[in-house]
């Protein structure tokens, strides 16, 4: 057998490392809708965030106050028999809605960490062909949309338009996750790396998708994290995030569940309350009540402006132990 040359040597390592730079790398994402807006709710969590998120909106997803987390009792005994815990923000799947939120790039590590938080959600894989940017009006996204500049400023928005017009039928189902050659400007020292974008959705599991009641009201300790966050992007933005959420007092469908509530109403009894005014003494964990109240006149502005008739029948906290 004739030995390998140093030549042969010297193409085979170079080849080897060819390969290894030409291997797929994944970026990963989250679509944060709730509390995620949020910059400084996201850096509690994960500290080592350092690109900023990105406003969007998400095709055939729909933002419902639906997501039950319990409390720990004992906090505040009086109201532990009233409060079993509050209804955060969930998101479903659903033909003909779309929701905004941001796109916040993570790390593996960043990823875990939120993970961790997100416990009771399923992450869940969204088709980048179903983002949009938040520029977009009613889904159009041609070259001559916006005075012949697309709008899509951001490398998931170009990496999805891309894929759409790739797409005969934005119906049909591929893996929709944008693999191929990222061929933006800021590769660096990948610039020959195939990248593959990842999206993530955290859905609430199966069983905790119900509606706001007296035991598990909306908090306003929460919201108010959520609105900051849209606040710090734009007034159309916070808007556009009140009217796209579900599940306010008005749009509430159907009787209490009594075979599956533990409470004492009658059956068909519509529940006392659904959103409970916490700013002073905060239930949740990541609340910021000074904040709150410097804020409080803007931020009630806001939902009077979009959910006036909700807003009305919101109950002080401290209002709850005479009910």
């Given at each position: 057998?004739?030995?390998t040359?140093s ?7 170079k080849g ?5 730079k030409?291997?797929e790398?994944?970026?990963?994402y989250?679509?944060?809708y709730?509390s995620l807006i ?5 850096k509690i969590?994960?500290p080592?965030?350092?690109a900023e998120?990105h406003?969007v ?10 997501a039950?987390?319990?409390?720990r009792?004992?906090?505040r005994p ?5 409060i ?7 998101i ?11 796109l916040i790039e ?9 993970d961790?938080?997100?416990r009771g959600?399923?992450r869940t ?14 889904d159009n996204?041609?070259d001559?949309?916006?005075?012949g500049?697309?709008q ?5 928005l170009r990496?999805?338009?891309q ?11 591929d893996d ?13 020292k990948?610039?020959?790396a195939?990248?593959?974008f990842?999206v993530?959705?955290y859905i609430?599991?199966?069983g905790?998708?119900e ?8 908090m306003q300790?929460y919201?108010d994290?959520i609105?900051r966050?849209?606040i ?5 933005f916070?808007?556009?995030?009140l009217q796209?959420?579900?599940g306010?007092w008005?749009?509430?469908?159907g009787p209490?569940?009594e075979?599956n509530s533990?409470d004492?109403?009658s059956?068909?009894?519509a529940p006392k ?6 700013r002073?003494a905060?239930?949740y964990i ?9 804020m409080?006149h803007?931020?009630d ?8 008739q909700?807003?009305?029948k919101r ?9």
């Open positions: 057998m004739k030995p040359s030549t042969g040597r010297s193409s085979a390592v080897a490392a060819k390969a290894a030409t291997q790398r994944i970026r990963h989250i679509f944060g709730g949020c910059s400084k709710s996201r969590t994960a080592t965030l350092k998120a406003p909106v998400v095709n055939y997803l729909r933002r419902t106050w639906t039950r987390l319990p409390h009792r004992g906090a009086k109201l532990d028999h009233l079993h815990g509050h209804t955060a923000m969930g479903e799947r659903s033909w003909g809605h779309n929701c905004t939120g941001v993570v790390d593996a590590e960043e990823l875990k960490r939120f961790r938080r997100e959600y399923d894989e969204i088709d980048l062909r179903h983002i949009f940017s938040i520029h977009d009006d009613d996204d041609d001559d949309a916006h005075g500049k697309l899509h400023d951001h490398h998931v990496k999805a338009y894929w759409r017009r790739s797409s005969s039928d934005e119906t049909t189902r929709g996750n944008g693999n191929g050659t990222d061929d933006d400007k800021d590769k660096g990948d610039s020959d195939k990248v593959v990842k993530w959705v609430p599991r199966a905790q998708g509606a706001a009641d007296d035991h598990y009201p909306i300790s919201l994290i609105l966050g849209c710090s992007i734009g007034e159309d916070t808007v556009k995030f796209s959420t579900h306010w008005h749009d509430l469908d209490i569940d075979e533990d004492d109403r059956e068909g009894e309350y659904v959103w409970v005014d916490d002073h905060p239930y990541r609340a910021d009540p000074e904040w709150s109240s410097d409080r803007i931020l502005d806001y939902l009077r402006k979009v959910h006036p909700p807003l009305e109950k002080h906290l401290d209002t709850l132990e005479s009910l």
